[in-house]
């Protein structure tokens, strides 16, 4: 399989910040050249544009930084994107581009710069883990962007199934491109290509009393290694997951956090039983929620289970090489 590994240039906003900088540095030029009755030298745009590369990157070096949040080597690839306060996941197989969630209302843009600087131009399937806004806010932008294959949403009973415009607006989307929604079953099994395998593993509650107990639950397998993804399921769902599946099918490397790492999802049952080596938590900086909950960050810390967040680290990415795992982030960067 040949190994995908990100090129440089693959961070959108540090591409605008050049552009603003670049903008701002050549009108001042052009003043103080007036000023001089026209004896100072311009630089060229690609000559300014390199020096302020340059500058950037002993910038970013001095404080400790990544430039290039993904800039991750390995035949399957999963980026954990930095929405703030929401999920978005992207999931590159050597064969197929998968993404979980599109985050809040407005990072439509911010998804879609991202997803193209990974070589995004087409995305085999699109999991909606469930409709509350922080999850399916830009979805139908995303979906307008690109060639789609299979959409996945959980099954939410009728009396849930909101009303919402920014619903209803990815339910116009999806019929825009005449796509077919498919229902989320647990237990069925996707094949990524590569090697790589989704498996649908929840929900599992059987009278769910609100849109975060409807979550979709999914395990990626890629070699002997392994992510749980889990959108916003609590502990109805995990305590469900439990009494179904042996321990061999929750038992993961990598956990994305449920619910931005509340303690309302992550109890100490579930996270003993799916044992991994690292968590992820997705959430905006300061957020109003206190997420993550001292208890869980607690939790973690008494396991050495090493935690990356979005509102610390940024966009985190994780390579896999079908047996060792490697993770670069865009702020405070760590590899193990």
Not at 79 to 102: M, R, S, W
Not at 167 to 196: M, Q, V
Not at 215 to 226: A, E, K, Y
Request: proline share 4%.
């Amino acid at each position: 399989m040949a190994q995908r590994k990100k090129k440089s240039a693959s961070n959108p906003k540090r591409a605008g910040l050049v552009s603003l900088i670049s903008a701002a540095v050549l009108f001042v030029l052009v003043l103080l050249n007036q000023a001089m009755g026209g004896r100072l030298p311009l630089p060229s745009a690609e000559t300014l544009e390199t020096s302020i590369n340059s500058a950037l990157d002993e910038l970013y070096d001095q404080a400790g930084l990544s430039s290039v949040p993904t800039e991750a080597e390995g035949d399957l690839l999963v980026h954990f994107i930095d929405v703030g306060q929401a999920d978005c996941e992207l999931i590159q197989t050597p064969e197929q581009n998968v993404l979980i969630d599109a985050g809040e209302i407005g990072e439509g843009p911010a998804i879609i710069d991202y997803l193209k600087a990974q070589g995004v131009s087409r995305l085999d399937m699109v999991i909606a883990t469930h409709p509350h806004a922080d999850h399916i806010g830009s979805m139908a932008e995303v979906i307008d962007a690109f060639e789609i294959g299979t959409v996945l949403f959980s099954d939410v009973p009728d009396n849930l199934i909101p009303t919402t415009r920014t619903y209803e607006r990815l339910l116009d989307a999806i019929e825009r491109k005449n796509l077919k929604i498919t229902l989320a079953e647990p237990r069925s099994r996707y094949d990524l290509g590569g090697g790589a395998v989704m498996t649908i593993l929840g929900p599992l509650v059987e009278e769910p009393e609100g849109l975060n107990d409807t979550s979709v639950i999914c395990r990626l397998d890629f070699g002997s290694t392994s992510f749980l993804f889990t959108g916003d399921a609590e502990k109805p769902n995990e305590n469900a997951l439990l009494k179904a599946y042996d321990s061999s099918l929750l038992r993961a490397d990598v956990l994305k956090l449920g619910h931005h790492g509340s303690s309302t999802s992550n109890q100490e049952k579930w996270v003993d039983a799916v044992d991994p080596r690292v968590a992820v938590a997705e959430l905006g900086k300061d957020n109003t929620y206190g997420h993550p909950h001292t208890e869980v960050v607690r939790l973690l810390e008494e396991r050495d289970i090493l935690l990356y967040r979005t509102d610390l680290n940024g966009t985190i990415v994780f390579g896999s090489n079908g047996e060792t795992l490697q993770v670069t982030c865009e702020r405070n960067q760590r590899v193990w």
